[in-house]
């Protein structure tokens, strides 16, 4: 079959799927603008009804799709998917190349979820004391405060302002002492060590001064984790008439805002697991009108889909699971460069 004829084929199902009524050569030159005479149409209508793609209406001279017509358009659909989804391979590699921000991949990788389903995207971002120490800058804030920055090898950054008196310079030894002693250090154990070793055994003041710091900076933030959605509005006109989407849209933003009921209603999984909850299996009532499909990409991340219970479950499964594949091998590359 040459592509006029494919393209009329396609022209024909989609136009039968979204109308319910027969098609005609008039309609296919009027509704698709193909640049070939109503006879060249008609012909190729001819060819797809002998080799038994589409067949004639009972009620007018249109033709409709046959079970064969219909074989080949889910087919071409499939080939979109799978090109959409070397696509997407191709748009998360080039973060990884760019070394692109991670609050920024996250929310690029929410987005995707979104528009790939048609339902909420939502991504966890990793936690801290599941990653490696990078480096620490610390800076002098008149009159007694400095800026203390973490990064971590995936990227994440916690920063964070903290009374001291010490000078630029001495600020500056402890920086380049930390960064020798720790870098590569899983900041969960840090912070456990930390806690279990006293600052004031140590001798040497610049260590003890480092080492308060540190204590400062790690220990509050090491499981704190924060969410990134896209696609909230789409999702309760999906499910909700105008009426109840505003209360729903209340009680939902309500749920995301706060983190930590969101990762109950998440469950504890693996590295690597999916799981599906399905409306009233969700321990969290206010997500009892939804299905929740969801991936840990790796270092206690979760990401995912929420969508009506009647949803395409084929559909958000795969997409999540490629994309959550993807993820997770991107963080990787970066963790391997980084070290």
């Not at 990884?96 to 995707?112: G, I, N, V, Y």
Request: charged share 25%; with cysteine; proline share 4%.
């Amino acid at each position: 079959m040459d592509a006029r004829k494919r393209l009329i084929l396609k022209e024909i199902v989609d136009h039968y799927i979204r109308t319910g009524k027969a098609v005609s050569s008039q309609t296919i030159l009027e509704k698709y603008g193909l640049s070939v005479s109503s006879a060249t149409i008609r012909n190729d209508m001819k060819y797809l009804e002998k080799h038994g793609y589409i067949r004639k209406a009972w009620s007018s001279s249109g033709r409709i799709p046959t079970a064969k017509g219909y074989r080949f358009f889910v087919d071409w659909l499939l080939e979109l998917s799978e090109l959409a989804r070397k696509q997407q391979h191709a748009i998360l590699e080039a973060y990884a190349f760019q070394k692109q921000r991670l609050d920024e991949l996250l929310q690029q990788t929410a987005f995707l979820l979104a528009s790939l389903t048609g339902h909420l995207g939502f991504v966890l971002t990793p936690r801290i004391d599941q990653t490696e120490l990078e480096f620490i800058a610390l800076v002098k804030l008149p009159p007694d405060h400095a800026l203390a920055v973490l990064v971590s090898d995936l990227g994440i950054v916690e920063s964070r302002i903290i009374p001291t008196r010490l000078p630029a310079e001495q600020l500056e030894k402890i920086g380049n002492l930390l960064n020798r002693s720790l870098q590569g250090r899983r900041l969960g154990e840090l912070a456990t060590e930390l806690s279990e070793s006293p600052v004031e055994g140590w001798a040497d003041r610049i260590i003890q001064d480092a080492f308060a710091l540190i204590q400062q900076l790690i220990t509050p933030q090491l499981t704190r984790q924060r969410l990134y959605t896209e696609g909230l509005a789409h999702l309760l006109q999906t499910v909700f008439t105008w009426e109840e989407a505003i209360e729903e849209a209340r009680k939902l933003l309500c749920l995301l805002e706060d983190e930590s009921r969101f990762i109950q209603a998440l469950g504890k999984t693996r590295p690597g697991e999916l799981t599906t909850i399905i409306g009233e299996e969700n321990p969290v009532k206010e997500l009892h009108p939804y299905s929740v499909v969801s991936l840990n990409y790796g270092y206690d991340g979760i990401l995912g889909v929420l969508g009506p219970v009647r949803m395409d479950y084929s559909k958000v499964v795969s997409t999540t699971q490629y994309i959550g594949n993807r993820l997770r091998a991107i963080l990787t590359v970066s963790r391997a460069a980084a070290s």
